[in-house]
């Protein structure tokens, strides 16, 4: 499993500008000190944008997940909190990158995870990597997140949607989005790591462009659904962190 990583306030204590006390060179360094505090403050959960659950609103920040157990997951992207995470999901889902890519790794009690390819949990997409957006938001029951690899600014293509409240993921993998519409698809998802008969994204789409539930039988599963394959570019199981 990935090791612990740095806490974001710690990140934040060492985000100090030494550009900041240059502007003013009549400014104490008293007042420097102080000013330069007040603009590395994070950002309390409270002056997040919050979630909007009603399916109608804003349909062009909503990602509609079409499973091949027969069902669509509605999901509100929120720009608010991580705006590069959001947009490089719409760019995938538009680009039909998610389609057929199993649930690779299914944690009861805890998450699913999707958005690799070749369904062993160590590809991505050909698009650079994502610095990181963390923040406060807590990762509970229809959260969706980013899994990456040990590296904080390594997220690329790869999702969570948690089954269960684990906050011990806050402010370590950048929360993006819930779930608004069908969880119970989501708690349908086949467990394993990886599944033996894994459920996977038939079409990923953004719910303004009005794309049409499509027929499981026409969209194949991508993937190697290899035991051994299975990697940990994504958080610990309950207890493992």
Do not use: C
């Not at 969570?160 to 806050?170: E, G, H, R, T």
């Amino acid at each position: 499993m990935i090791k612990r990583l740095i806490a974001a306030g710690a990140l934040a204590a060492m985000a100090i500008s030494p550009a900041f006390a240059q502007d003013d060179p009549q400014d104490d360094s008293a007042t420097a000190t102080a000013e330069v505090a007040a603009t590395a403050a994070p950002r309390p959960a409270s002056a997040y944008a919050k979630v909007d659950f009603n399916p109608e609103d804003d349909r062009d920040n909503i990602l509609l997940l079409d499973l091949s157990n027969g069902q669509r997951v509605a999901i509100r992207l929120m720009p608010d909190w991580a705006p590069q995470h959001v947009e490089r999901i719409k760019t995938l889902a538009r680009q039909g990158f998610y389609d057929g890519v199993i649930f690779h790794r299914v944690i009861d009690g805890f998450m699913a995870q999707t958005g690799d390819p070749t369904g062993t949990g160590q590809g991505g997409s050909q698009l650079p990597d994502l610095q990181q957006e963390f923040n406060p938001m807590p990762h509970v029951r229809g959260t969706v997140s980013m899994a990456r690899a040990a590296g904080e600014d390594s997220a690329n293509s790869q999702f969570f949607i948690v089954f269960y409240p684990k906050l011990a993921l806050d402010r370590n993998y950048t929360n993006f989005g819930r779930v608004i519409a069908g969880m119970d698809a989501v708690d349908a998802i086949h467990r394993g790591e990886p599944p033996q008969d894994p459920t996977y994204i038939v079409q990923a789409s953004i719910a303004s462009d009005d794309k049409p539930m499509p027929v499981a039988s026409t969209v194949l599963p991508k993937g190697v659904q290899s035991q051994g394959a299975i990697t940990a570019d994504l958080p610990s199981a309950p207890g493992q962190q």
